[in-house]
């Protein structure tokens, strides 16, 4: 059974669900709906998982050491493990997601997978864009991604003029 637990954050109130020892779900909200038949309690992952992210939040946290373990197809796991070979402060267009999963006529495909990704921010989905670099679709808002977008190019120039390396996401 899966547990799951609600935050208040800088992006607004925020549920993280963990099964077995996994994050597997990150949601926008306060509704319980998305976690299925979930008990609401924090456990000791779910309380780590907050507090990476609201390290990631502050800039303090440049990448998430969690296990990951989202639900989906085949297809859309490809696709959740190259949103993961993103890195920090960068982004990609669905096209070339579609080229890195070896589909590369698939940009529509790979914007639903992006769309059905259940841990957003753990797996940045965020980092994805149009081809032509307009923000498009995400499941907390256009503004939420934007602030994220913001947050890790502000970061990454921070770390550049500091002399720190920048450590991409895991999955």
Not at 121 to 130: A, E, K, L, M
């Amino acid at each position: 059974m899966k547990n799951c637990y609600f935050y208040d954050t800088s992006l607004g109130r925020i549920g993280i669900a963990e099964k077995e020892g996994f994050i597997t779900d990150m949601r926008f909200g306060g509704r319980l709906e998305p976690f299925g038949h979930a008990r609401i309690r924090p456990t000791p992952l779910i309380e780590e998982a907050i507090g990476q992210l609201r390290h990631y939040l502050t800039g303090e946290r440049l990448d998430f050491d969690l296990p990951l373990q989202p639900e989906g197809t085949d297809f859309q796991q490809k696709v959740w493990k190259a949103l993961c070979g993103i890195p920090y402060g960068e982004t990609r267009s669905y096209g070339q997601i579609a080229r890195r999963v070896g589909n590369p006529k698939a940009s529509r495909a790979v914007g639903l997978a992006n769309n059905r990704n259940p841990i957003s921010i753990f797996i940045p989905c965020h980092r994805v864009i149009g081809a032509d670099g307009k923000l498009v679709g995400y499941g907390g808002g256009i503004p939420i991604k934007k602030r994220l977008l913001e947050l890790e190019r502000s970061a990454c120039r921070k770390t550049l003029f500091s002399g720190n390396a920048v450590a991409g996401a895991l999955y």
